[in-house]
């Protein structure tokens, strides 16, 4: 939400004056960043909602090959301080306060984290355009995300490109 909120009230990124403009930011002015917390998940379920219908006019417009998808998931570590795993499961909020009580713990190939995971489904070729979009704690597997990705999938589709956090029979089974 922190980075979120400086995006937003960046005023010398034309990027972030036109996502105010389309958010209605610019009229309504940009929410407090408390309210911004509070509303975090809706805020991801918006964007999802936003680059599934971007994503589709794409595809429409023959923009990107209808055939290829790739999918992939990016660390975003949680802002502030961790909350550690002992701590968390009795309940504990440290004292050092800026505490992220959302975030999740999770290992990857560099190690653990504490924080997010952005997953994301794209295109292929002739260029690589998001399609879809799902924001999880960093404790969640990747293929179990890729489930809901496949809606988004469409019957055109023969092959999605994915490294090996994706792999079991049941997504080669949802995706065939």
């Not at 999770?106 to 952005?118: F, T």
């Not at 404790?139 to 090996?164: C, M, Q, R």
Request: hydrophobic share 35%; proline share 3%; glycine share 6%.
């Amino acid at each position: 939400s922190y980075q979120l909120m400086n995006f937003l009230e960046d005023r010398h990124n034309p990027e972030a004056k036109e996502f105010r403009q389309l958010c209605g930011f610019d009229k309504l002015g940009i929410p407090d960043r408390r309210t911004m917390e509070r509303r975090f998940a809706s805020v991801f379920h918006f964007f999802r909602i936003v680059i599934q219908k971007m994503g589709q006019v794409i595809v429409k417009l023959k923009i990107v090959n209808k055939q290829g998808r790739v999918v992939d998931s990016t660390r975003t570590k949680a802002y502030g301080n961790v909350w550690h795993k002992k701590q968390k499961l009795k309940n504990e909020i440290p004292k050092c306060g800026n505490i992220d009580k959302e975030a999740e713990w999770g290992k990857n190939s560099q190690g653990w984290d504490y924080g997010y995971n952005a997953h994301i489904l794209a295109s292929v070729s002739p260029i690589c355009v998001p399609l879809d979009l799902i924001v999880k704690t960093a404790n969640v597997a990747d293929k179990v995300v890729y489930e809901k990705f496949i809606n988004t999938l469409n019957p055109s589709n023969k092959y999605v490109l994915a490294d090996g956090r994706y792999d079991s029979g049941k997504l080669y089974q949802l995706t065939g």
